[in-house]
């Protein structure tokens, strides 16, 4: 495994996540960048591998940064989004309802104080896209080859492409070109 760079838009959430990965003992080959996923602070073809979870509904224009996660990402590169989506199985998802809306928040406001904040959560849940409709989302960015597989009975999903062959080839072929 090579390095790994972490982004956020945060800066208070990447002082978090840097304290926790070194109480974890990640110490080295972790670089934390300040940036917003609609405008990344990289060159095109940089990373071998992007990954989002649980915070590509929280992106104000998720096309945008659907679109930058292609630019960044090498030829033969993978993208992986994990993120709350749409329960599948009929009767579940009224139940699933319930418990998100009636149980969700006054947990969070018993827990941590905070009605607000888990009322947020499942309302940015509910408003985005289906499992299908996000995966024509990731498709309308450039990529091709897109998975999605379900995860808790679509509790929650992670959607997958690998940058093939199609990148590849326009690759060699703008090389070509540019050499002649």
């Not at 990344?40 to 930058?68: H, K, Q």
């Not at 579940?92 to 418990?99: C, G, N, V």
Request: charged residues 20%.
């Amino acid at each position: 495994v090579g390095p790994v760079l972490w982004c956020d838009i945060n800066g208070s959430m990447l002082d978090v996540g840097e304290a926790r990965a070194e109480t974890l003992g990640y110490r080295s080959g972790v670089t934390w960048v300040e940036g917003d996923a609609q405008a990344l602070p990289f060159p095109d073809n940089s990373f071998d591998c992007y990954t989002i979870a649980f915070g590509i509904r929280n992106v104000v224009r998720v096309e945008e940064a659907l679109a930058e996660a292609y630019r960044v990402l090498k030829p033969g590169g993978r993208f992986l989004c994990l993120e709350f989506s749409k329960v599948t199985t009929p009767g579940l998802d009224s139940l699933y309802d319930f418990y998100s809306f009636q149980v969700i928040p006054p947990m969070g406001k018993v827990i941590a104080g905070d009605w607000d904040s888990y009322q947020y959560l499942v309302e940015s849940i509910r408003q985005f896209p289906d499992q299908e409709s996000f995966a024509k989302m990731i498709r309308g960015a450039g990529f091709r080859f897109v998975e999605y597989e379900n995860l808790s009975f679509g509790v929650a999903a992670i959607h997958s492409e690998l940058i093939l062959l199609d990148s590849l080839l326009q690759e060699i072929c703008a090389s070509l070109r540019d050499n002649g």
